[in-house]
């Protein structure tokens, strides 16, 4: 396996169990007032992470100035991209 993809397994893995544990998190509000619920929380921060990964990996392809200027496009601060 190259350099370039070894860089990649672990986030991938991350992403990976992150989707399947926002897929096994009950779906039901968690309080008595139905506010908090877990499968919207997971879900939110599933989509966050995987916005993180798209700007580290255009920051990482296309270069600084153009991966930053498509990071901060997909809503990501290059400084926390890499």
Do not use: Y
């Not at 397994?9 to 990976?16: C, E, G, H, S």
């Not at 939110?44 to 296309?62: C, D, K, P, Y």
């Amino acid at each position: 396996m190259g350099e370039k993809m070894r860089d990649w397994v672990k986030p991938a893995m991350i992403l990976a169990g992150l989707g399947l544990l926002t897929l096994l998190v009950p779906a039901e509000p968690i309080d008595p007032w139905s506010l908090i619920n877990p499968r919207k929380i997971a879900t939110m921060i599933f989509a966050l992470v995987v916005i993180q990964a798209m700007g580290s990996m255009l920051a990482r392809r296309l270069g600084v100035r153009t991966g930053a200027l498509l990071t901060g496009f997909f809503g990501c601060d290059r400084s926390h991209a890499l």
